[in-house]
Every structure is written in C-alpha cells, then in structure tokens.
C-alpha cells in the first residue's frame, strides 16, 4: 500500500519541470573554469610559479583572505594550467595538494603526500623520519618541480610546526627535485606562532585576496546560474538578494553559491517553476539554522547541559526563563547524568556564551522591586537541536527525564 503512494509521489515529483539544470556546479566540490574578479591574484601567483616551467624553484608562497574569496579555487585553476603547460613543454612540473584540516599531522601529511607520487606508505606505524626519508626518495627519483599546495595551513600547526620546517628545508637534500610550498590560510595572524625560520621561509612570498563586493559576487552567480538554472528559471531579484546577503558576510563566494542552490532547492519542494525571492529568504535562514545547529554539535557538555535546561523549561510552558530557573533544572540534569555540578556563576557564563553565538537570545528585564533578571530564549528550533543533543552519549540518558519545576509566577 505504501509502496504504491511513493510510487506515484515519485511519478509526481518527476513530472515537475525541474528548474535545475545542472545542480552539482553550485556545490563546493565544484572548480569553476572561469575565476572572475581575480585577474591580479591569479597573475600575481603565475609570474612567481613560471620559475617551475624554467626548471628553477618558485618561491615559497602564503595566500591570506577571509573565507569563500576564492583562494582554493584560484590556486586549484592555476596549479592545473602549470602542470598542463609543464607537460606540453616536456617539463615534469607536479602540484599536490592537501588540505590540512582533514591531514594535520606531520606523519599523516608526509604519508599523504608520498602516496600521491604512487609509493605505498602505511597511514600509521612508521617512525616519522622514515617517511620523511621515503618521500625525499620517492620525489628525488626523477627531475621534477614538485609545488605543495597546504590548504588551511593554519590547521597544521596547532599541532606544532616541525613538518613546515622539515619542508622548507627539504630542498638541502634533494639532488635531482625541487620543492616549493604554498600555504593558503583564512586566518592573518597564524604566523605569529610558527618559528621565525619558517616565517620567513614559508611567506618569501604573499598575496592577499580581498573580500568581493556585493557586485562582484553577482557576476559570480550570474556566470554560475547560466550553467545550473534553466532559463528564466531565476525571477530577476535572486541573484540581487543573494549577493547582497552574502556581501554583508563579509564578501563569502561560498555563502553567495549556497543560497542559490539552497533556494532553489526549497522552490523545487514547493513545486515552483522560478525561484523568487521568498526562497532566498527561506534559504537564508535555513543555512542559519543550520550553522547554528552545527555549532551547538561542538559545545563542550556543560555547555549542552545548560542549553538543555533552558529547552526542558520551554517544553513545560514558562514563557519566561530566567537563569535562576536554569540553573535549578541544570543541577538536576548533572546528578541524573552524574557529572560535575558547576556554580550559579559559571552557569550564567555559560548562558553568555550560548548567547555570543547565536544560541539562546538572554534580555535583561526589570522585575521592578524584584530586581533585574535574565529571561531566556531560544534562537534554535527545538527538534533538531534535541537530535543533535542526544548525539552526545553523555546526554542520551536524559532523552525522557522530567526535571521537577517550581511553579512560575507571572509578576
Ligand atoms: N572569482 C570566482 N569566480 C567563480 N567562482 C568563485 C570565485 N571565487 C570563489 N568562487 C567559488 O566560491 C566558492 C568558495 O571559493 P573558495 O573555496 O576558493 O574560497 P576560499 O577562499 O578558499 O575559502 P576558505 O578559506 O573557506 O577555504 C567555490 O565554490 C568557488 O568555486
């Protein structure tokens, strides 16, 4: 019987005249052919790349700009076209690249990067030195400009900078190979804490990309929408919307191209032949929602315990949730779970944060001769936040306990 209905709802679906064309080139793991608006970063970065096409060694490289401003994109495009001019120069000239937030150990990126020169190399076991010694070796085989693109470099050395060092010294002992790095990083500051030898190694070299304008970002979409939309599958504001909402994110490409695919995603649900505005708007705050819900996955477990107190008093009708009440709930819900009961003080803390990012919503209320207080809302919905809540196996066991709750009263 079920499987009758979804069949027609399938046939149903289908019959809607899709408004997408090509949905896969708005998702991130899509490299554009056509980088606008980055003709300087891209020169910049070819004119000091051409010394791998001469047989020399490019200098090091940083590339600094905030997020979704295209510097993976870029550096991607131009590490693609010199490899295929080396090639048609008969010059052996390989980019590899890595990003470190997923590799960000020095055995695992040395591991890695042997790998992609085809030797096998276990991704656990090895002393260290031994791989390090492995990938000298392998690249050193042949004649070869070999440039190291570390995306999100600034990840690597959280755990210490002994790789980078390791790295920018490497070409000491190779006889035949030349290595150059690139590290592409969203954050100004991450050399203040690398060793002076390998800042001034690692950044002979930089180049900044600024954020877009609202402008630029349209002409990112526009390009973009022609290869993922139907025509006139756009009513005329979209694009407009959606750049002006990722301008004010501090020019993000990324967050531009989510919200026109997003958007599109909710007219499609609604069956709808054109995206219009409403859907940007819907898109926008989806993608909220769901940033929101994924920092609240990251909280340490105090932090979720509290956020869960102020859901349980929601869910038992107080309208108005003052820290107080919180901070009863939360006791409760820290001897159920058995773990460290923190003070009123450090709770209120906790609330401030919640607050800081987006969270929880805390106004300061004039109870008049009762004083001031806190009361607390919720700026996540309720359903998805608990999912994500109980994901933690500290807090499964509370997915059914009912706190015991004063009366409220409404002064
Ligand atoms: N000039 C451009 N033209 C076309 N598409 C672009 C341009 N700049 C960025 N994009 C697109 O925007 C998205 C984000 O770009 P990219 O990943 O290069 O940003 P990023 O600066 O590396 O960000 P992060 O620091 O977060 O990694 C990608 O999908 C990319 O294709």
Known sequence: MQSKSLDGLFQELLENEPIFKNKEVLRHSYTPDS?????????????????????DTPSNILIYGKTGTGKTAVTRHVGIELERKGESLGLSCKVVYLNCEVIDTQYRLLANLTRQFGEDVPMTGWPTDQVFFKFKETIDNERQVVIIILDEIDKLIKKGDDVLYNLSRINTDLEKAKVSMIGVSNDLKFTEFLDPRVKSSLGEEEIIFPPYDADQISDILHERAQIAYKPDALDEMVIPLCAAFAAQEHGDARRALDLLRVAGEIAERENKSRVEEQHVKGAQEKIEIDRVIEVVRTLPTQSKLALYSV?????????????????????????????????????????????????????????????????????????STKKVLFEDYRLKPLEFFKPVLTTQLHL
């Open 35 to 55: 980088l606008v608006h980055r003709d300087d970063q891209i020169n910049s970065l070819a004119s000091i790349l051409v010394s791998a096409l001469r047989g």
């Open 311 to 383: 859901m349980l008093l929601r869910n038992n009708g107080y309208k108005n949730v003052t820290t107080g009440e919180v901070y009863n709930v939360y006791r409760q819900l820290c001897l159920q779970v058995d773990m460290d009961i923190l003070t009123q003080r450090r709770v209120t803390d906790l609330m401030s944060e919640l607050d800081m990012l987006g969270i929880v919503n805390a106004v300061v209320v004039s109870k008049g001769r009762y004083g001031r207080t806190k009361e607390i809302v919720l700026s996540v919905p309720i359903n």
